[in-house]
């Protein structure tokens, strides 16, 4: 059974930042891993993405320059430093992954990802 363990989390401050991380119990390379996010009342959005394969990355326009998702193959870990958070990004956020090899279309849609994360969540004060 896979498992994806999402953490680091937590309250901050507007301008503040956090590194959320996610434990993967897969072998994360050659796929799509992306982060969610999921606000009270809204749909869940992408936020990033990473195909592990050649590293390249995709990031939605409200994060771009702020956020940067990474990855180590070799401890099967998924990252996103997260970094002048706004209040807008308080939500719940979920780390998935494609199956290996995935061709997929746009990589910031959540339908594409077969396997979840809990979720963590990241609150912003203003």
């Known amino acids: 059974q896979v498992h994806l363990v999402e953490s680091g989390g937590g309250s901050v401050q507007a301008g503040g930042s956090l590194r959320l991380s996610c434990a993967a119990s897969l072998d994360t390379s050659n796929r799509y891993m992306g982060w969610f996010r999921q606000a009270p009342g809204k749909e869940r959005e992408g936020v990033a993405a990473i195909y592990t394969g050649i590293s390249s990355t995709y990031y939605a326009d409200s994060v771009k320059g702020r956020f940067t998702i990474s990855r180590d193959n070799a401890k099967n870990t998924l990252y996103l430093q997260m970094n002048s958070l706004k209040p807008e990004d308080t939500a719940m956020y979920y780390c998935?992954?494609?199956?290996?090899?995935?061709?997929?279309?746009?990589?910031?849609?959540?339908?594409?990802?077969?396997?979840w994360g809990q979720g963590t969540q990241v609150t912003v004060s203003s």
């Open positions: 998935a992954a494609t199956a290996r090899y995935a061709r997929i279309g746009n990589p910031l849609l959540s339908h594409y990802f077969h396997y």
